[in-house]
Each structure stands twice: as C-alpha cells, then as structure tokens.
C-alpha cells in the first residue's frame, strides 16, 4: 500500500538512448511533482501538475517531457540521455497546492 | 536567485547529545518552511512552520521559524543512532508556484 510509488528503482543505460520512469500515488492527491538530487544530496524542482495541468517547468531540457494522464500518474520521459543526467529523480505528491510534500523511493538513474 | 543555506554541512555527535540545525532563507513570496529526514530513499516529512515564534514538536524533535530574521531551527534532544540522516530544509510560495525549494542539507551521524 505504498502511497507514491516509482518505477523503476534503478535505470541504467547508454548515452543516446530515452527512457521513461513512471510514477503513481494513491493517497488522492491533486499536485504531483518530479525533483532531481544530484550526487551531493541537493534536491531541485523539475515539474509540477496540479490536476493533470502542468504549472511549473524549471529551466529543464527540451529533453525532459512529463506526462500526467490522470492525477494519480505522473510520468517523466527523457531523450537523447546525457551523462550529465545521472541522478536520483524523485516524484512527489500533496493534497494541494501550498501543502506539504510526500515523496517516492526514487529512480536511481545511471548513464554510462 | 531565492536562496536556503542550512548549516552546519555535516554534524557527529554522540548518542544523548542535543543537536540544533539551521536554515537560513531568502526568498520572494514566502509562504512555509518544511523541514524532512532523508535517510536511505525518500525524504520524510517532519514539520511545516508558516508562523513566526510558534515551536512545533514531535517527541524529541522541534522547530520554530523566525519570520523577521529569516530563519529556522530544529532542534533534537536525546540523540539516538536512528537520527542519523540527512535533514533537509525547504520553502514554500504563496499563489499557484507549488514547488518547494531546498537547501542543501545537513548530514548528522549520531554515534555511540
């Protein structure tokens, strides 16, 4: 009964190749986020969607395409993989906007 | 550029010591701070402070947000070895930016 849940856990791949992770929470949730912790533990926004609408990109990479079929999935598409993408991507979720966070497991992803 | 510094970076104390972590902001549309434990995957939740000089606490763990300096304080009394983690700070927006913003963490070993 986990309550944000992310698949897969580890992701490792060649540069140049795209990949998907995906993500669901079943706590009912109307906002769903992606943050990305680089290996010196910082945690930094990507993308948030309130309701399946997306409100806030952060400077990502026109490589980074989220997608939110309905409000308990949110779904984080990468191409064209850098080196410089490997990090740990965590989803997260929350009641509304304003409130606090829950967050996934993390994908743990490797570019070799 | 919105900023949260937390200090200290890394913290060792030993079991039954009381530590006091800080996390200093600036940031335009403060609405919270939030404070989580991250220990091997996803950060966890701890408190969220929107009121200056209100302390909330949870068994030996504290905080209290001072509003006019720009700052927060968590506090652990009594410290066990399962307090080891990394503790991160965060602040929230006001109106529809539902992001949050994180410091960069301090990571505490509590040893026997």
């Known amino acids: 009964d986990t309550a944000v849940s992310q698949t897969p856990k580890y992701l490792v791949t060649q540069m140049g190749n795209d990949k998907s992770i995906k993500c669901e929470q079943n706590?009912?949730?109307?906002?769903m986020y992606w943050y990305k912790q680089d290996s010196k533990k910082f945690l930094k926004i990507m993308f948030s969607y309130n309701n399946k609408e997306l409100i806030i990109n952060e400077t990502v990479p026109n490589r980074f395409s989220p997608k939110s079929p309905d409000k308990a999935h949110l779904n984080l598409h990468i191409n064209s993989l850098e080196l410089g993408d490997s990090a740990v991507y965590f989803c997260?979720?929350?009641?509304?906007?304003?409130?606090?966070?829950?967050f996934g497991d993390g994908t743990r992803l490797s570019i070799l | 550029e919105d900023k949260v510094v937390q200090s200290p970076l890394s913290l060792v104390v030993h079991e039954g010591d009381t530590v006091t972590l800080n996390c200093s902001y600036e940031?335009?549309?403060?609405?919270?701070l939030l404070w989580y434990k991250q220990e091997k995957k996803a950060p966890t939740f701890l408190f969220m402070l929107t009121s200056s000089g209100i302390e909330k606490k949870s068994g030996r763990l504290s905080s209290i947000l001072d509003k006019k300096e720009l700052f927060s304080i968590l506090n652990i009394t009594a410290t066990q070895t399962g307090d080891s983690a990394i503790y991160l700070c965060a602040v929230g927006y006001t109106g529809t930016a539902s992001k949050l913003t994180f410091g960069t963490g301090t990571r505490l070993q509590v040893t026997l």
């Open positions: 706590l009912g949730h109307d906002t």
């Open positions: 997260a979720s929350s009641p509304l906007i304003g409130q606090p966070q829950h």
């Open positions: 940031v335009t549309n403060f609405r919270s």
